[in-house]
Structure formats: structure tokens, C-alpha cells
């Protein structure tokens, strides 16, 4: 049986719920401003410009065709609209209509935290964290 944490263990998983817990109030709050569920308002943030579905499903770390019913619902809302890629007709590419860009940057404002929560640190302590996470996660 292994050991229990110790104190400094414990005081950092505390920590690494702390921030969870803000940036999920955070986005949820700014979600419901505009009447979306957070995968909703999530997905609208990740299209940048014309996107494939598959970028959006990258970015919500989800399957592409469970990526499709959000996609539906933005865009019945009119906040985005679908359209063929030129190069590979296969593959549908969505893009932010005026009002969901005006929604995305309204979602942005609402969510200075959950948008950039790694604000504070400079650049080497952002990779210092970084590798410090990919060695707790081959554990």
C-alpha cells in the first residue's frame, strides 16, 4: 500500500483543483452570458478563421463527430457557418460569422483567468511547469 501524500503533496493537488475550479466558474459564467454550454462557447473560441471540423475536435480534445452537434447548434444560432474545403471537398471547414466573432470576443472579456491563466508566469517558468507536468504525467 503505498504512502499517503505528504503536506507539500497535498498543499499542490489542492492548488491544482484551485485553478480547475477557477477557470471552470470563469467559462461557465461567461458560457451562460450568452445562453451556451462551456463545449459550446469553447468550440466558438477555437475558430480562429475558416477551421476544419477536426481543428475544433483537436482543440475540445474530442471525436470529430461529436464536435458536429455543437457545430449544428452554433450554427442554427447563427454564429457559425459550414463550408467545403476547395482542396479536399471531404472535409468541412466552419467559420465564425460576425455575430460569433462579436459573442467569442464578448467570451473573451468575460474570461481574463480562464483565457490566459498562465499570464504571470515569464516564458521559462511556463516551460519549467510544462515539463514538470509531462514528467508527473509518464508516471
Same mark, same amino acid.
Given at each position: ?15 491544482? /483543483? %484551485?485553478?480547475? *475550479? ?8 461567461? /458560457? %451562460? ?20 471540423? *477536426?481543428?475544433?475536435?483537436? *482543440? ?15 450554427? !442554427? ?12 471537398? *471531404? ?6 460569422? /460576425? ?28 516551460? !519549467? ?11
Amino acid at each position: 500500500m503505498p504512502n499517503p501524500p505528504d503536506e507539500l503533496t497535498r498543499e499542490i493537488v489542492s492548488l491544482f /483543483a %484551485a485553478v480547475n *475550479r477557477r477557470y471552470t466558474q470563469e467559462s461557465e459564467a461567461a /458560457a %451562460a452570458a450568452h445562453d451556451l454550454t462551456p463545449l459550446q462557447a469553447k468550440a466558438l473560441l477555437a475558430i480562429e478563421g475558416p477551421v476544419p471540423t *477536426r481543428h475544433i475536435a483537436d *482543440r475540445l480534445h474530442a471525436e470529430p463527430s461529436n464536435v458536429t452537434a455543437i457545430i449544428d447548434r452554433l450554427e !442554427s444560432r447563427g454564429l457559425v457557418e459550414r463550408s467545403l474545403d476547395q482542396a479536399d471537398r *471531404r472535409v468541412k471547414r466552419v467559420a465564425a460569422t /460576425a455575430a460569433g466573432r462579436t459573442v467569442a470576443a464578448d467570451l473573451r472579456a468575460r474570461m481574463p483567468f480562464a483565457a490566459e491563466p498562465l499570464a504571470r508566469l515569464t516564458t521559462q517558468q511556463r516551460e !519549467s511547469l510544462r515539463e514538470l507536468l509531462q514528467l508527473i504525467l509518464k508516471a
